[in-house]
């Protein structure tokens, strides 16, 4: 499923330019072209995906547990990110959302089953790849972005910080839309509850039942 795009051919974007002498010379529009042209069977299918607005994604952020110690009561952070954004800049914004210190490898698990390779997209801090040879390899969070994803409203997925002390979040799609003009300092953290834990422990929060 890829349409293959001739530089002498009118540019998708319609404006009645051939491609190389329109959107071909501008690196972000070529791009979108690009994408989109991967993902489709048709030109009609490239058109619609072209034309889409960008959506906004409004994710709940909630820590679950630390290690093997649940956390007992609600602390999340709810932020707003662009499709165009990636796993990692999601990463990125959790880290700085609940303070943590960036400096372990993390994954996403879109299944919402921790640990499964299937649905998994991971990185280290500086956005790299983890390749180990082992089993299924993951994808690349930094390489994926969240329009990427096929996200619905009240999807949920998980996301896991530092593979051995095991900080545990889940992610909620509490909303959708369209991207307007006011929405330039993305992501954003629009909702905070409770105050996260010291990220090497902090036994008040250890409870192991909700309270």
Known sequence: MMIKIERNEKCPCDSGKKYKKCCYQDPEKNAEILRAAARSATREEMAAMLSSPLKVYRLKVKLLRMGMQEIGKEISRTMELTG??????????????????????FSFFMSGTLFDRETEYSGDPLGGHIVTGLGVPTHPASKTELRD?????????????????????????????????????????????????????????????AQ
């Open 84 to 105: 165009r954004q990636t796993l990692y800049d999601l990463h990125l914004a959790i880290q700085d959302a609940f303070d943590w210190d960036n400096d372990h490898m």
């Open 149 to 209: 994803l096929d996200l619905s409203e009240d999807a949920r997925f998980l996301y896991l910080f530092d593979y051995g002390d095991e900080l545990v979040h889940e992610l909620l799609v509490a909303a959708m839309r369209d991207r307007n003009d006011d929405d330039r300092d993305l992501p954003m953290v629009v909702d905070e509850i409770g105050t996260p834990p010291d990220q090497y422990g902090d036994d008040e929060f250890y409870t192991g039942a």
